[in-house]
């Protein structure tokens, strides 16, 4: 994409998909490719810095005889995620009207 992400945009898509379900770190990875070609290793410090402003918490599960680290998204993450949406819809309807010929303010 032509587009990059920006940090509360990377909060945003990773706590939306959090949201949905608890995953772990490599399938939000993937999930988040789609929208930017990120390295997965940029996604682990977003990750945990948002495990340290309590919106994130996590647990393990085994599969095929490992641990698997599993995100769960808190009360205060998903207030966070709400913010970040409503935000990014009025900024995405902002740049639909620029691009659409918008001139009015």
Known sequence: M???LNAPMFDLLVLSVIA????YGYQISQI???AAN???STLYPVLR???EQHFLETYDQQYQGRNRKYYTITDSG???QQELSREWNRYKTII???VKGGTTK
């Open 20 to 23: 949905e379900s608890d995953t």
């Open 32 to 34: 988040i490719k789609r």
């Open 78 to 80: 998903k207030c966070y």
């Open 2 to 4: 032509a587009f990059p």
């Open 96 to 98: 639909d009207d620029i």
């Open 49 to 51: 810095r948002l495990q």
């Open 38 to 40: 990120t390295k997965d």
